[in-house]
């Protein structure tokens, strides 16, 4: 199954995200992409000291312009999340849809970041509401867990994923840079040694606006821990053909009573 991971560099105003969404996902399909994974907050990114004015809402404007991504490119888009407006609360909800735009559910991100970095404090409860249920989301026989950004941290929640059959872990992301520099690669790479799957992680790249700049570095790491796909830095498409096959010789030659 070919998979792509993009990057992009999301600002507040959503119309220009999806011109660049828009290139890239015509990029995807052109390399062969089947599903296509989605960064963390793409759809609009605030300065994160209020929440973005453009919510989306099951129905509204900006849930039809995400769903419409896969119904006019004919391709399933998984993981990506948006700022979204739930009975009068903000969750971060991460949103899927078959290649025909059938909605396959929704995660609503349930460890939110906050930090206490010698230039930096950040803490995403100022405009979220957490999320509270684990879930996972099925691409024909292709089983993929649901994570946003700093769920990567809390290990419990790839191996509940594992135990329920997961081929796919995906943890979409706005890292910042000194997290990412220090923990991005370690942290994903783990995930997918101790649960035996692949992970893929799309991530935000660059300078967003006065108070937000990220990492980048979006990644696709088989379930050994080899890293087939590093997108570094820039506004940009991976791809990676995964062979599920890989998961049961390695499961078969590793034993972890899982």
């Not at 004919?74 to 993981?79: D, L, R």
């Not at 649901?146 to 941290?153: E, H, K, N, P, T």
């Not at 191996?159 to 370690?186: C, D, M, N, S």
């Not at 590093?230 to 053909?241: P, Q, R």
Request: aromatic content about 10%; glycine content about 8%.
């Amino acid at each position: 199954m070919k998979v792509a991971v993009l990057q992009l560099t999301s600002v507040l105003d959503y119309k220009e995200n999806l011109a660049t969404l828009r290139t890239l996902f015509k990029e995807a399909v052109f390399k062969g992409a089947e599903a296509i994974f989605m960064p963390e907050v793409f759809y609009s990114m605030s300065d994160g000291q209020t929440p973005t004015p453009y919510l989306v809402e099951e129905g509204n404007e900006h849930y039809k312009e995400i769903q419409k991504l896969s119904t006019d490119f004919k391709v399933a888009q998984i993981g990506g999340s948006a700022a979204s407006l739930v009975n009068g609360k903000v969750v971060n909800r991460a949103y899927n849809f078959d290649k025909d735009g059938r909605d396959l559910g929704f995660y609503d991100k349930i460890n939110l970041f906050a930090c206490d970095l010698p230039d930096k404090k950040i803490s995403e409860a100022r405009n979220y509401t957490p999320g509270s249920e684990y879930k996972t989301v099925e691409l024909g026989s292709v089983k993929v867990g649901l994570g946003i950004c700093f769920d990567v941290r809390f290990s419990e929640m790839g191996l509940h994923y594992r135990k329920e059959g997961a081929h796919i872990l995906t943890y979409p992301a706005a890292f910042t840079v000194p997290t990412g520099k220090a923990h991005w690669h370690t942290l994903l790479r783990a995930r997918a040694i101790e649960n035996q799957c692949f992970v893929v992680a799309s991530a935000q790249w660059g300078y967003h606006n006065n108070n937000i700049q990220t990492f980048g570095h979006s990644l696709i790491i088989d379930p050994w821990g080899d890293i087939l796909v590093d997108l570094k830095e820039g506004i940009k498409v991976g791809v990676a053909d995964l062979d599920f096959s890989k998961i049961e010789l390695i499961r078969h030659s590793v034993l972890m009573s899982r």
